[in-house]
Structures are given as C-alpha cells and as structure tokens.
C-alpha cells in the first residue's frame, strides 16, 4: 500500500509538468502577481531535469504522462495548484510579513512550494514531511542540482546524508503511525508557533481512524494555526456515482484505495473532519465559477479547446479545498 | 474486401489490416461524398448522440434498440476521442454505412477534425496502435466528407452541436462547401460546436468555438423552418438525455460513464411514424471477451483523477 500511494506523487507531479508545458501555471495574475511567486517555471524543470539524473524510472513515468494530459485534467491541476497557492499566501499576508510562522507539508512528495515561501517570507520555516523513500528521492534530487541547492541555500550532513537549510528541513514519517509522527514533529517544529498544515491529497487515502487521529494529535499540539486541505469527495446525491466509479477505477487499476472518500462524502462532512467550527470548504467547481477572473478565464480559453465544460464541472465538483483555523 | 468479415472482427476489437483501413476509408469516401449536407431520412429512426470511442457501449446501445436489421440510425457525430476504442468504433459505423446506406446516417462531431483528434486521444490511439499515423489520416479523409446535419420527416433537425448566428433556414445549410477540416469559426464550425443555454440572445461560448443560444433562436428556428424538435448531441447529460425549451430541443448523449469516469447514464431517441418521442436509456457494461471475462481496455499510462 505504500507503494501505490507513494507512487500518486508521480501522477501530481505530471499533471503540474503539463500544466506548466501549456502555459495554465503559473498563472500571471494569481500566482505571480498576487502570492509574489518568480522563477516557476524554470524551477519546475530545473527539478525535472535533476529528476532524471537521480531516476530515470521515475522521470520516464512523468515524462510520459506529461505528453498525454487532456485539457480538463490542466485545468483541474490548475485550479488544485493554484487555490492552495492563494489560500497559503492570504493567510501568510494576514499574519503579517514579520510573523513568526512555520508551514509543515503533510504528504509533499516533489512539491515545490517550499521554494516562493522562504524566499517571500523571511521569518518562515518550513519541513517537508511523507514515507522514506519519497524524501530520499526529493532530497536527492534538490541536493543534485546546482541551481535548486543554491536557491535553498542547502546543506548536508556527511554522516546521516541528510539535506537541510536553516529555514528549511525534510523529515521522513509514515503517516499512518502517529507515535513516530508527532515525535518528528516535536524534534523539528515548534509547539508554540503559528502552524500551516498543508495536506494536498493526503487524507483521502489515509483510514478513518488514523487521519482523524492525525489531525486530532495535530492541531491539540499547536497552539494555533491553519489547515489547508485538498482531497476529493465522493458526492451524496443520490444519482451521483462519481466517487463510487472513482474508488473502483483505482483499485481496479492501481490497486489503490480511498479509505473515506465516502464517508466524508460532501462538503458539509469533509468539513466535519476538523475539530474546529470555522473550516470552510469549497468545491473546485465553485472557485472555477466564481473567483476566477474574466481575463483569466480568456487566458486559459486560449491555451487549448475546453471540451468538455460538463465533464469539467462533474470533475470538479467532487474536489475540495478546506481551510481550518484554530486558536487556543 | 468481406464487409461482414470485418464487422465481425471490429465487434471484438480486433486488429485491422492497414490496407483494409485504407480500402475501407476509400469506400466510405465514395459513398459519403453524395449525401448532401443535410440528410433526409424517413421514420421510424434511433437517433444517438456522442459515442466517443466506447465501443462496447456502442454495441450496447445496438442491442437496446433493435439493431440495424431492425431499424433506422443517424449518429450525431463524435464516434473519436477519449474512450480507448475510437477507431474500432469509428470502423464498425463506417462499415454498418457500406452494408446498410440507406438504415444509417452518419453526422460530423466537433472532435471529428485533425485538430481535435490530435488532443484527446484519437491520433495517440492509432500511434499506439499501429506505430504510425496513416490510419489516423485515412480517417480524417472521411471526416470531411460526413453529413453535417439530418432532417427526420422533415419535422426533426439534426445536428451535432446546435445553432449558428449565420443560418436561418435548413437550406441555407446546403449551401456549405462541407468538404474541408472545420474552421475555427463561421456556420459550419457553430454546427458543430454551439450549446444551448438559458441565454438571451447570442452569447460567446466558454468552449471557445461556437455559440451559446436561447429560447428565442430555437423558437424563431423551429418556425421559419417549419420542424418541431432540434436533436443535438454534444453535452455531456448526467440523465443520458435532456428536452429544454418546452421541448423545442433535445440533447442526447450516449456514452454512459463517459471517459469510464463520470458515473452519467445514456439514452438513445427515438422517433415513430407519428413523430412520437421514445426514450431508451443504458448503462455501461464491462467490457467481456467472446467467453465472458472481463477485458482490460488498453491501459493508459495515467488515470484521470487527482491524485
């Protein structure tokens, strides 16, 4: 099973290679002009490129789907990337530039995100956290290329081979144990500080008990912080067979299961997951609809034919982005 | 060059000669190139909307409504693209043309174009699938020869998308030279590519080709030409079909769990000597071999989820 989930890193990191290839991300507006991100592009492929000197057997299975991604899955990665980017970076503006503050990114697999951050946030941190063998890859490839190790400004500790910076750390944890997780966490993060947990696809394979009890742990630890979620939700219309189609698709042809993608199978029960009473939850449908600008949409309009609109928006309504604060 | 032989093989998916797809193609060409843009046909009639390469569900739908020994067929066009047996679906209607001209007519779909093929699937299908584009070729050979719209008792209009701002009457239709890959605007092309919606008046549409139309173009279209039902393909309908604009219009969709992904049901229309409307919806099937086990579809190297 570690394996098969592992291996959705592959498929995430694809769809943004094709995103970017046809022009979606970065977005000029939102993600250059608003959240300040510079270089992304060239930082992408720059990561790609080291990919392949660390493994070619998984630049191969990248490379491959990059070539081949239809227009509604840019879109969909688009409006995944691109709604988390601006979740991050507006409640990174309200704390203020000086605040304190540390992002833990449960599950990152090659995200990349750590990189717009601690440039544009001078007093953050930042830890990167999933299995073994994804952060021995990342590690190796952000500490083979030149370019990403002087832009992280990285380090290595000859005798573990362990990359790090200041700012900046990689920490290896099953997820599903709880025990070994939260001990990482206490080694490497600080209980007092303000707390940005990004999970990007992360509980949707995790079982019930395990995740609840994960976000539980967390957000007892911290003092305060925000949650920022994106998973799919199966859908609870009584004719919508998204989820249960989704669920047999991925067994069937990846071996690879959604412990709760029925379970907390809309907004209002994704939503519930948080122990907090504020968690607000958007499909991706509602932020293509609504907070997306005109002249965005022309530019994206302009990029490939759409077709289809309603597959888009089947697609997208069964996608969530959920932000949860707490304060105590 | 055995028509039947090659049903037969085309029904359980099986590889096709390139020669014989040649031939084939050459065939269809010779017989389409004499239809007129619009196509009469007389009823009773199935009318089926897109298929997009699924093509155990096009057998499906065969089965459901009688088959072709037993009734009439126009297809509202995107036979190609996103499913994984688009040229097998593709053939098997082309050659159900040759056998039966007159029980089966066959309309241009947006994704029936070099361009769009390119994007979603087709094209990479045949790579796969031959190691080479020539079969890809032959094909779109035949796309720009195929009908762009149907009229039923000359009552029901057919088309694959809906209206254009530059025709008024079916005739007006007749006039385009049809032979030639579709622009990328003008009336041919909003033929093809244009949806109805809750809209005023003309409006641009988010697919970026066509137009969006209301109530009023329908009602004004439907009277200066005397019909009294626009059958149009074209949306995805989670329903398998969709009457709006107090039945002026029709959308029929027949490719359940489109993209073996969207959980949708599909229907067929169709129309009796009395112009009565009857509908057959369906489901997706597993896909089974000649014994009864499942078939994998050729894998792809990615699922289309978010992973």
């Known amino acids: 099973m570690e394996t098969v989930v592992q291996q959705t890193d592959y498929d995430a990191l694809s769809c943004r290679m094709s995103a970017i290839a046809k022009g979606y991300l970065p977005s000029p507006s939102l993600q250059v002009d608003r959240c300040n991100y510079h270089q992304y ?29 239809f227009p509604v899955m840019n879109y969909g990665t688009y409006l995944r990337t691109v709604s988390i980017d601006v979740a991050l970076n507006d409640y990174l503006t309200s704390l203020g530039k000086d605040k304190k503050v540390q992002v833990i990114n449960l599950g ?73 997780t939260m001990q990482r966490l206490h080694d490497l993060t600080e209980k007092d500080c303000t707390t940005i947990i990004i999970t990007e696809c992360l509980l949707c394979y995790m079982r019930q008990e395990e995740s609840q009890k994960l976000i539980g742990s967390i957000v007892s630890y911290y003092q305060s912080g925000t949650w920022i ?17 989704m669920q047999a698709n991925l067994r069937e042809s990846r071996n690879l299961e959604m412990p709760t993608l029925m379970i907390y199978n809309s907004k209002e029960k994704y939503a519930s997951r948080f122990p907090t009473t504020d968690a ?34 089947v697609m997208q309504k069964h996608y969530v982005l959920s932000t949860a604060s707490w304060q105590k | 060059m055995n028509v039947d032989r090659i049903i037969s093989l085309l029904r359980q998916a099986k590889h096709i ?54 009734s009439r067929y ?136 066509g137009f969006l139309f209301g109530k009023n173009e329908v009602d004004q279209f439907l009277a200066r030409n005397d019909v009294e039902l626009i059958a149009r393909a074209h949306q995805l309908v989670m329903e398998g079909y969709k009457e709006m604009f107090d039945g002026g219009l029709v959308t029929v969709w027949s490719a359940p769990n489109y993209c073996y992904r969207c959980g949708n049901i599909a229907a067929v229309l169709r129309i009796d000597d009395n112009l009565e409307r009857q509908y057959t919806i369906f489901e997706a099937v597993q896909p089974q071999n000649g014994v009864g086990n499942p078939i994998i579809p050729t894998k792809k190297p990615q699922m289309d989820y978010f992973l």
């Open chain 1, 41 to 69: 592009k060239e930082f992408h492929m720059e990561y790609l490129r080291a990919l392949k000197s660390v493994s070619m057997r998984i630049y191969s299975i990248v490379n491959r789907v990059v070539k081949t991604s």
């Open chain 1, 108 to 180: 990152c697999g090659s995200d990349l995100r750590m990189i717009p951050l601690l440039q544009n946030f001078p007093t953050l941190t930042y830890i990167d956290v999933d299995y073994d063998s994804s952060i021995s890859v990342k590690s190796k490839v952000l500490w083979n290329s030149e370019a990403l190790k002087n832009l992280l400004d990285l380090q290595r500790d000859e005798s573990t081979g362990e990359v790090f910076a200041e700012r900046y750390k990689l920490a290896s944890s099953d997820l599903n144990r709880l025990e070994e």
């Open chain 1, 229 to 245: 979620a994106y998973d799919p939700i199966g859908g609870s219309e009584p004719n919508d067979r998204f989820g249960r189609v």
């Open chain 1, 280 to 313: 607000s939850v958007t499909d991706m449908w509602e932020i293509f609809s609504n907070r997306i600008s005109a002249d965005e949409n022309k530019r994206l309009r302009s990029l490939q034919f759409l077709d289809e609109i309603e597959e888009l928006k």
């Open chain 2, 17 to 70: 000669s390139e020669e014989t797809v040649y031939t084939l193609c050459l065939r269809a060409q010779e017989l389409l190139m004499n239809e007129s843009n619009v196509t009469r046909v007389d009823t009773p009639v199935t009318i089926c909307g897109d298929i997009h390469g699924q093509l155990h569900d096009l057998l499906t739908l065969f089965d459901k409504s009688g088959g072709l020994e037993k």
């Open chain 2, 74 to 209: 126009i297809f509202l066009g995107d036979f190609v693209d996103r499913g994984f047996y688009s040229l097998e679906s593709f053939l098997l209607l082309l050659c159900y043309k040759l056998r039966y001209p007159d029980r089966i007519t066959l309309i241009r779909g947006n994704h029936e174009t070099r361009q769009i093929t390119k994007v979603y699937g087709f094209y990479d299908e045949v790579m796969r699938k031959y190691g080479n584009s020539n079969v890809w070729r032959y094909c779109c050979e035949v796309f720009d020869y195929l009908s762009l719209g149907a009229i039923v008792n000359g009552q029901v209009f057919c088309v694959h998308g809906g209206l254009s701002p530059d025709i008024g009457t079916i005739d007006e239709i007749r006039s385009i030279d049809r032979k030639q890959e579709v622009p990328h605007e003008g009336a041919m092309c909003d033929l093809l590519w244009s949806d109805p919606d809750e809209v005023d008046s003309w409006s641009l549409s988010p697919r970026g080709a």
